[in-house]
């Protein structure tokens, strides 16, 4: 009966430390004040912008490049050594590796300025190319 209340014991105690907030990993970076974009050339596929904030918030912004439309969403972030996990709802939804910042199929750069205005330029330069390639 005592192993039994013991083990009973040992459980609820183990299950309790997972449901508060896991360990915070030695690498967990706080990013605050940092930028990225986001690129691929290819025109069927989403630019995106990250702007870290405090509290391990962060804004991403996607370019639709069909449309010219700009989509903001609000997510949470974490870091260990290899990968920035952005996540909704505790669910994680994007890896970016840290060393060769790349985004899925995106190639990721470091910017100063902020990333939805660098995303509106992007509009601008990509209709400028689109309409260049016209004839008439």
């Not at 040992?10 to 030695?26: G, M, Q, R, T, V």
């Not at 902020?114 to 309409?131: A, G, H, N, T």
Request: proline share 2%; hydrophobic share 35%; glycine share 4%.
């Amino acid at each position: 009966m005592k192993l039994l209340i013991s083990l009973t014991y040992f459980i609820l105690s183990f299950s309790s430390l997972e449901a508060k907030d896991n360990p915070k990993d030695p690498h967990d970076d706080d990013l605050k004040g940092k930028n990225l974009i986001c690129y691929n050339d290819s025109l069927s596929v989403e630019d995106w912008g990250i702007k870290f904030l405090k509290n391990n918030e962060v804004k991403m912004y996607s370019l639709n490049k069909a449309i010219y439309e700009i989509y903001q969403y609000k997510r949470t972030y974490r870091t260990n050594i290899r990968n920035i996990i952005i996540s909704k709802n505790n669910k994680i939804e994007f890896l970016i590796n840290r060393s060769r910042l790349v985004l899925g199929n995106k190639s990721c750069k470091i910017v100063l300025g902020d990333p939805l205005i660098l995303l509106q330029e992007r509009i601008k330069s990509i209709k400028e190319d689109r309409k260049g390639k016209n004839r008439i």
